[in-house]
């Protein structure tokens, strides 16, 4: 099955998690804690960005993946009815396309493009003997908040000297309640993570427009950023075992993203791009957040 070069994977991707915050399911509150983090069962590559977040939150029971071209190598096949789901990467523009586009620019030399993986729950015929290594993921045996804390680079200040959390890009630190005031040590963490997510945009680090500029409350800046520091929250929760901490998922709160993402179909892209720099800028892997690029005689969408 093929897709044209005109397919707008945004919208793709954001018309399913739009679905997804209609049926009340928040997909990047889902934890990996328990179901492991999402890798392909053949490469035994960890998937990156969104895509962590958007298998995370289907709800298998092992979030383990496999693309229909390596099922078939394995003598196995899907089972009826089942169907795929999108995992999305960055496909290098052919050299005409390069020469059409406005900018000559590393941004403008790739394009955003899409593939389907099955969930192995979803197959029969994966041969028994075919396994993989716990914990693919660098970090993902990582239990210790305060390590996650300790091997950020370039860490600011933490203060407790108000009962207010909040990051202050001016002065570069935080300022957190004091620990004993919060109802359990994971909520106190959580919180603390969503401020270190929004550090890493300070100038000396990831020079995010979303924390340099500045941005006033309600403007699309402004909640694009607290968007970044939402998901890189989730995944740093994920990676301390955090997967019981309380989240706003009031009426109004999904309304309002569902609102932004109706608006802007790159938004969710973007913020999920951005969250993944911040978190592996925190876990001090390198390079930030680069984003999965994969040749085009790679790609299928079966």
């Known amino acids: 099955m093929e897709t044209t070069q005109r397919t707008d994977v945004y919208a793709i991707v954001t018309s399913r998690i739009i679905d997804q915050l209609q049926r009340n399911i928040v997909p990047w509150q889902q934890p990996w804690t328990e179901a492991g983090y999402p890798i392909n069962i053949v490469t035994e590559i960890p998937y990156k960005g969104m895509n962590v977040w958007m298998l995370a939150s289907l709800g298998y029971a092992q979030n383990y993946f496999i693309t229909w071209k390596q099922l078939e ?19 290098p523009l052919e050299k005409q396309e390069q020469e059409d586009t406005a900018q000559n620019s590393a941004k ?21 003997s075919h396994t993989i290594s716990d914990s693919p993921y660098p970090v993902s045996s ?31 630190c935080i300022n957190m309640p004091k620990q004993q005031t919060f109802t359990t040590n994971e909520s106190y963490y959580s919180m603390l993570f969503h401020e270190l997510i929004h550090s890493t ?20 800046m402004y909640s694009q950023e607290e968007l970044v520091a939402e998901i890189g ?29 109706k608006r802007d179909s790159r938004l969710i892209v973007y913020a999920s791009i951005q969250a993944q720099k911040a978190v592996e800028y925190i876990l001090n892997i390198k390079p930030y957040g680069k984003p999965d690029i994969v040749q085009v005689e790679l790609f299928e969408t079966q």
């Open 73 to 91: 190598k394995l003598g196995g096949r899907v089972k009826s009815g089942e169907k795929g789901h999108i995992v999305v990467f960055w496909k």
């Open 233 to 261: 929250t989730c995944f740093l929760n994920s990676v301390a075992g955090i997967d019981h901490v309380e989240f706003d998922n009031s009426v109004a709160y999904i309304s309002s993203w569902l609102d932004q993402l």
């Open 142 to 172: 990582i239990g210790s908040c305060d390590e996650i804390i300790e091997m950020m680079p370039n860490c600011p200040v933490i203060k407790h000297t108000r009962q207010k959390a909040f990051y202050n890009p001016v002065k570069d």
């Open 108 to 128: 403008a030399a790739h394009v955003l493009w899409y593939y389907k993986v099955y969930n192995i729950a979803q197959c029969d015929g994966i041969p028994e």
């Open 201 to 220: 945009g300070h100038a000396s680090r990831l020079n995010r427009k979303g924390i340099v500029d500045n941005p006033n409350f309600g403007t699309d």
